[in-house]
């Protein structure tokens, strides 16, 4: 059973910057590419983009380029999300998730997810 | 950005009812699609990948067609179980872009 472990809930101030982890077990974490996807309270879910576990290259979307890095550390098989500039609108739950083998694009198996706060 | 106009947004059925939900993706999208079921405070579960190859696991009463942009998940026979909210996602281009979820509520 494939099993993704993410970092716990946080609670930040507009401005700041967050850090989420996410460790895989129980399958070759540089096999599979990591997605993450939030969800705000009570609304839909967006995908922010991925990150190729094995040689870093990450593509993201759109609207959070400038303010989302994503990262590995192969040697603990943990992926990171960083956003900085927190505003209000991010307050919600970060959802690592894991791309399919056969399409990298695909997203299989989802993280139990982080719930980041941000409020002054 | 290819947008996924996913239809109901919220339905009420009884256990035992055919349930379908749909997914029209703005432009073609091959069979590049997935059905998630989330159920409050956890995460989406996927069902339904590549359209209609049902994911390991998943009960034979959840199903996915396809027809050009048009993409639909049946299940054949409500149970109490799945009452929750269902996502198609696109992953045929970036951004990646999700329905806007359908509920399922218990009439």
């Known amino acids: 059973q494939v099993e993704l472990v993410q970092s716990g809930a946080e609670l930040k101030k507009p401005g700041a910057s967050v850090t989420v982890s996410c460790t895989a077990s129980?399958?070759?974490?540089?096999?599979?590419?990591v997605h993450w996807v939030r969800q705000a309270p009570g609304q839909g879910l967006d995908w922010m983009g991925w990150?190729?576990?094995?040689?870093?290259?990450?593509h993201y979307a759109l609207k959070f380029e400038g303010r989302v890095t994503m990262t590995r550390d192969t040697s603990v098989s943990t992926a990171y999300l960083d956003l900085s500039r927190l505003r209000s609108d991010d307050t919600a739950v970060y959802y690592c998730?894991?791309?399919?083998?056969?399409?990298?694009?695909?997203?299989?198996?989802w993280g139990p997810g982080t719930l980041i706060t941000v409020s002054s | 950005d290819i947008q996924m106009t996913q239809s109901p947004s919220s339905l009420s059925a009884s256990v035992g009812d055919r349930v379908t939900i749909t997914c029209r993706a703005s432009q073609g999208i091959r069979n590049d699609l997935g059905w998630y079921q989330q159920k409050p405070g956890t995460a989406p579960k996927r069902l339904i990948y590549?359209?209609?190859s049902l994911q390991s696991g998943v009960p034979s009463r959840f199903s996915g067609t396809a027809s050009g942009t048009e993409f639909t998940l049946t299940i054949s026979s409500l149970q109490p179980e799945d009452f929750a909210t269902y996502y198609c996602?696109?992953?045929?281009?970036?951004?990646?872009?999700f329905g806007g979820g359908t509920k399922v509520e218990i009439k």
């Open positions: 990150i190729n576990p094995y040689t870093g290259v990450t």
């Open positions: 998730a894991r791309g399919d083998s056969s399409d990298y694009s695909a997203i299989g198996y």
């Open positions: 996602l696109q992953h045929n281009s970036y951004p990646l872009t």
């Open positions: 129980t399958y070759t974490f540089t096999d599979y590419y």
């Open positions: 590549d359209a209609s």
